[in-house]
């Protein structure tokens, strides 16, 4: 009757800790002091990282604003340049895309996931040069897409081919291409803080003390190093914003449901139309760039080049009240147009710069046009597309915290964050509403891969011990009852099985002929608790993840679930055939509800 | 799509089984070794990022100013459509530059896109609240939007801001504009305060002191408009301007003598000036028709009170009753009543009778002013003669 596993060296078994790992590790105390060597050098290369990514990201930063100068003009650009620069160089990246760097394509995000759950942390050092080239021209050309994705994706190619060199184990290679990704974002946007927030919440998806601590330390000195060469300053020259009123976190609200409608027009462009583009003949791939550049050019001709490239001097024009709100709305609306019809095209950039210009340009519109109803409106034109960036944000992307934390970070000013919070919320909702995976699951999906999905992670309904459990009908024993009478009280129960109650703690289980064996034995004035062995059976509580009890129900056939605060108080029981019924039926539901 | 990464070779990462002993050894033995090449490297790509980043800021300067002086050559020759593009494009390369957003502003302003101009001026307002030219040119903002406050409080920190160069003579050249704009609003009382506050501190300007009198002139502050056309005068004696303008101000004071004297200078200086030697012809008859002046023989005086009186009966007889006009008539100078009186008294107003009466003089003065006034009220303003004697009761106490 030997139970195996399960117990400490304190006879207390701890199934709430989630069980040591199990890769094969050092062997010898040498080993173990190694194992914290690599653990250092890991955090030391995380700063190694970040210089390099950030200084990666300031290259690239030069190659975007030299491929604008030398392919749109250094002033306003003609019209022949308006409409031959993206076509042209969309033509061009094409045929990088298809016969150099086939994995430089789309924004860089599901690539950076790629790595981390796919391929073991493996970015190609080529892809990321390819991303480089191909992000700079296109961008550079009018292209309406953002370089904030590319550097992450860069970012991540480099400390993937620093892994690589540096022959890191495999666990460390997953996380470093992460690490690589936080450092990039961090300079692209000089936001440190949000770039660690999307990493851990759209990348990497769960927090731990070891990945925080590279993620920051990479972030961080990307940061300082792009500060360097760059300068401190935001991305957007932020007026005083704030809220003066409470009551007019409804007028946020409201931004906060155009945001979200947005948002769905916005992924459901990209949704729809990438998988029909893609269907298409392959030699078509060579021209879809440049049919986008060349509707963009169009764009730009007809009155409204502000759309073209990443857009911050718009933002920055938009958020000092520089634009009618009837532009603004159009604006948002060819935006939107363009960035659709440069992604699902093929063409090699992010989609971070364009939210947030869509997001600008509606959140200074929508305040604009609350001002004509409601002049006493407070809120400047720049809290409006402060907000607003952040509500498409959280929309579009689907990244709330992020989001948060990205308009707090690119304004300094903490007094916004209601209206943040507040329009945010609304737009997450009603994006979530209507388009129920977001953006980026849909396109990874639409790649053929199935990358576990950040948000349903979240929203994922967890089933808990209490769930499965059943009410404790058998008797239960206690360890100093003679095994006599102990077979009396057991007689009365229809179960074999009979749980017994330790002093001064802890839970043991005996069958009904194990006690009648002993009895026939003459060991019937015996207490249980001299029969029963030392090792005890797991506890369980009810708020506990129900595949804690899976990892038990297999030795036991019953498993006391007790109460927190009293280890003694039995609140059920749970069996296998409990947990397996419970899966069972939640399976069922979740076919029902697809 | 082609797969993520379809490159990777099995072989190629380090899995976490065999090798990982391996691997952590070698940590061991060349971690330090393994962090100076990663420094080496680092400071490769630093030294190699400061040398494409020198080039870098080299081309966005020269950019930028190329774009700016365009932007400054435009906006001189009066396109500043085209210098906001200019600007705009300079910006591009400099974003923070104080002057090319200075610039930018202003040529917006000129285009009356003071929305935009206020959004670039109020941003570099917040940088240097200090900055006399950004606070003026967001007065200028405000006095288009006809926000008399916001303007006032803006040309009232651009007065005392700093200024780069001249700072005594943008501070005036501030405060004018602030008179001009209080003058629009017709707010004259604040404007003659801000005048004062300027005619305090003048260089030796004679054209300086012109434009101030004038504008003492427009807030009805004669003396100190007389004060600054004499200050004028002392800096350019042969100074037309400053003298037709002392004449008016003079003459408006009731100071017909020193006016007749600055008029008379103003036009022989100008001919041209008609206004200034109407001025004088009027001057000069309020002199000749005072009985009141000192120094006049008894007989003179005599003489001026028969034709005043004259004139004052021609006037009253030139000068019918409107009913219809509904002008209210007061009852001592009732048109009949005037009519009456001065009937009553035409025979005694002889040079005989005035000798032998010196009461007879005020008496008929007294009627030859409220006729003036009275004929003023009912048939308008007078000339000649007949402006010279309502003048005359003026300075006499009359209204």
């Known amino acids: ?594 | 799509m082609p797969p993520l990464s379809p490159e990777i070779q099995p072989g190629e990462e380090v899995t976490a089984t065999a090798g990982e002993d391996r691997i952590l050894r070698w940590y061991a033995t060349r971690e330090p070794l393994v962090l100076v090449v990663l420094s080496l490297m680092a400071v490769l790509f630093f030294l190699a990022v400061t040398g494409l980043s020198r080039i870098y800021y080299r081309q966005q300067d020269s950019l930028g100013e190329r774009w700016y002086s365009r932007g400054v050559a435009d906006l001189n020759a009066g396109h500043a459509d085209q210098a906001v593009g200019a600007f705009h494009a300079a910006l591009r390369y400099s974003r923070d530059n104080y002057g090319y957003q200075l610039s930018l502003a202003q040529a917006l302003a000129a285009l009356n896109r003071t929305d935009e101009a206020q959004a670039y001026l109020l941003n570099l307002w917040e940088r240097k609240p200090e900055d006399g030219t950004v606070t003026l040119e967001l007065g200028r903002i405000f006095v288009k939007k006809r926000e008399k406050d916001q303007a006032l409080r803006y040309y009232h920190n651009a007065i005392y801001a700093t200024w780069a160069d001249h700072p005594d003579n943008r501070r005036r050249a501030a405060r004018l504009e602030l008179v001009d704009f209080l003058l629009q609003e017709n707010d004259q009382t604040q404007a003659q305060a801000e005048l004062i506050a300027l005619a305090a501190n003048l260089p030796p300007d004679s054209p300086l002191h012109l434009r101030i009198g004038g504008l003492f002139m427009q807030v009805q502050d004669y003396e100190h408009a007389l004060q600054q056309y004499r200050e004028a005068l002392t800096i350019d004696r042969r100074s037309s301007a400053a003298m037709a303008g002392a004449g008016h101000a003079a003459f408006v004071r009731g100071n017909y003598e020193s006016a007749q004297g600055y008029l008379a200078g103003a036009v022989a200086g100008d001919p041209k000036d008609t206004e200034s030697a109407e001025l004088l012809h009027t001057a000069g008859l309020v002199l000749q028709m005072d009985p009141f002046r000192r120094q006049i023989s008894a007989s003179k005086r005599s003489r001026i009170v028969i034709e005043a009186f004259e004139t004052a009966g021609a006037r009253l007889k030139s000068c019918s009753p409107r009913p219809e006009s509904g002008a209210t008539v007061p009852t001592t100078a009732d048109q009949e009543t005037l009519d009456s009186r001065w009937n009553d008294l035409k025979p005694r107003i002889t040079e005989l009778g005035l000798r032998r009466d010196p009461d007879l003089v005020d008496s008929a003065m007294d009627l030859v002013f409220a006729i003036e006034r009275q004929t003023r009220a009912e048939c308008g303003g007078p000339a000649g003669a007949d402006l010279a004697l309502l003048l005359i009761s003026k300075l006499h106490g009359g209204n």
Not at chain 1, 206 to 211: E, F, L, M, N, Q
Not at chain 1, 224 to 234: C, H, N, Q, Y
Not at chain 1, 305 to 328: C, K, N, R, S
Request: hydrophobic letters at 50%; a positive charge; aromatic letters at 8%.
């Open chain 1, 1 to 594: 009757m030997e139970i195996a596993a399960g117990t400490q060296a304190g006879g207390v078994p701890q199934p709430g800790r989630a069980p040591a790992a199990t890769r094969p590790g050092p062997s010898s105390p040498s080993l173990l002091r190694s194992v914290f060597r690599e653990e250092r050098f890991f955090l030391v290369l995380s700063v190694f990282i970040g210089v390099f990514s950030g200084l990666a990201v300031v290259c690239f930063r030069f190659a975007i604003d030299w491929s604008r100068i030398y392919l749109l003009g250094s002033g306003a650009p003609s019209t022949l340049r308006l409409i031959l620069a993206p076509s042209v160089t969309g033509l061009i990246i094409a045929m990088l895309v298809i016969h150099v760097f086939p994995q430089a394509r789309g924004s860089g995000v599901n690539q950076t996931k790629a790595a981390l759950y796919i391929y073991n942390g493996y970015v190609p050092l080529r892809t990321a040069i390819g991303k480089f080239i191909t992000a700079a021209l296109a961008i550079g050309s009018g292209h309406s897409l953002g370089p904030e994705d590319p550097s992450l994706q860069i970012g991540a190619g480099l400390a993937s081919a620093l892994g690589r060199r540096l022959h890191l184990s495999r666990d460390r290679m997953r996380l470093i291409a992460p690490v690589g990704a936080a450092a990039g974002l961090a300079a692209a946007f000089n936001a440190p803080i949000s770039a660690v927030l999307f990493v851990i919440e759209e990348v990497i998806g769960r927090w731990s003390a070891g990945i925080l601590g590279s993620v920051v330390l990479s972030a961080v000195s990307s940061v300082v190093v792009m500060r360097w060469f760059l300068g401190s300053e935001s991305l957007f020259r932020i007026p005083p914003v704030g809220l003066v009123r409470p009551g007019e976190l409804v007028a946020y609200a409201v931004l906060g449901v155009a945001g979200g409608l947005a948002s769905v027009v916005f992924a459901s462009g990209i949704t729809t139309l990438r998988p029909r583009l893609k269907a298409l003949p392959r030699w078509t791939q060579y021209f879809q760039p440049a049919a986008a550049g060349l509707m963009i050019g169009l764009i730009g001709v007809l009155g409204a080049p502000q759309v073209m490239g990443a857009g911050y001097e718009v933002i920055d024009q938009a958020i000092h009240g520089q634009f009618t709100w009837q532009f603004l709305g159009i604006l948002a609306g060819l935006k939107i147009v363009a960035t659709i019809l440069s992604f699902v095209s093929g063409t090699p950039g992010g989609m971070f710069a364009p939210t947030l210009f869509i997001g600008a340009m509606l959140g200074a519109g929508v305040g604009d046009v609350e001002h004509l109803f409601f002049p006493h409106l407070t809120g400047s034109a720049g809290t409006y597309a402060l907000v607003g960036m952040g509500v498409l944000f959280a929309g579009f992307l689907r990244a709330p915290m992020t989001s948060v934390f990205m308009v707090l970070e690119v304004s300094g000013n903490y007094s916004i964050i209601l209206p943040v919070l507040v329009a945010n919320t609304f737009a997450y909702l009603i994006s979530r509403g209507l388009q129920p995976a977001p953006i980026f699951d849909v396109l990874t999906r639409q790649d053929g891969l199935d990358l576990p999905s950040m948000e349903e992670l979240r929203e994922e309904n967890i089933l808990r011990v209490e769930d499965a459990m059943q009410p404790a009908t058998i008797p239960v024993l206690d360890d100093d009852q003679p095994l006599a009478e102990a077979i009396r009280q057991a007689e009365k129960s229809p179960s074999e099985t009979l749980l017994v109650r330790m002093s001064p703690s802890g839970w043991n289980s005996i069958t009904k002929q194990q006690i009648r064996t002993m009895i026939s034995e003459g060991k019937g004035d015996l207490s249980l608790r001299s029969v029963l062995p030392i090792r005890q059976l797991p506890r369980l509580h009810p708020d506990q993840p129900l595949d804690i009890a899976l990892r038990y129900v297999h030795e036991w056939p019953l498993i006391p679930v007790v109460s927190r605060a009293n280890f003694r108080q039995m609140e059920g029981v749970i069996s296998r055939d409990n947990v397996l019924n419970r899966y069972r039926i939640a399976q069922v539901d979740a076919k029902d509800l697809i």
